[in-house]
């Protein structure tokens, strides 16, 4: 398991790698929520009817 998890001497390009991957996948679906919400709000303000 070790020898795994030090990738061959390169664990820290890999494992930061996947970290960056994994941190820049959440920002985009924390900004999708984010704008998910704003719309919603902007279509209450503007009164079109729907929920």
Do not use: N
Request: with cysteine; charged share 10%.
């Amino acid at each position: 398991m070790a020898e795994f998890l030090s990738m061959g001497g390169h664990a820290v390009w890999v494992w930061s790698c996947y970290a960056l991957t994994a941190g820049g996948i959440g920002f985009l679906i924390w900004l999708s929520f984010l704008q998910r919400a704003m719309a919603r709000e902007w279509q209450k303000l503007s009164g079109d009817g729907q929920p």
